[in-house]
């Protein structure tokens, strides 16, 4: 009966508690679309792993702009 009733996920949030959408439709502090930071809780590791892989990308484009 030790088995957790939900368990702790590998790969945590993000999120840095600046939760404001950009024009690019991503958040300015996480860089994670609405869509990500809505469904973070239902995504596996690997599609989180996926996320977090392409954030330091996203962050580029954007101050590269």
Do not use: H
Request: proline share 9%; aromatic share 6%.
């Amino acid at each position: 009966m030790n088995d957790p009733v939900c368990p702790i996920p590998q790969v945590e949030s993000p999120c840095i508690g600046t939760c404001t959408l950009g024009p690019e439709q991503l958040c300015v502090g996480c860089f994670r679309s609405g869509k990500e930071i809505a469904a973070w809780l239902s995504y596996s590791d690997q599609q989180r792993r996926e996320i977090m892989d392409d954030l330091p990308g996203r962050a580029q484009r954007l101050f590269d702009d």
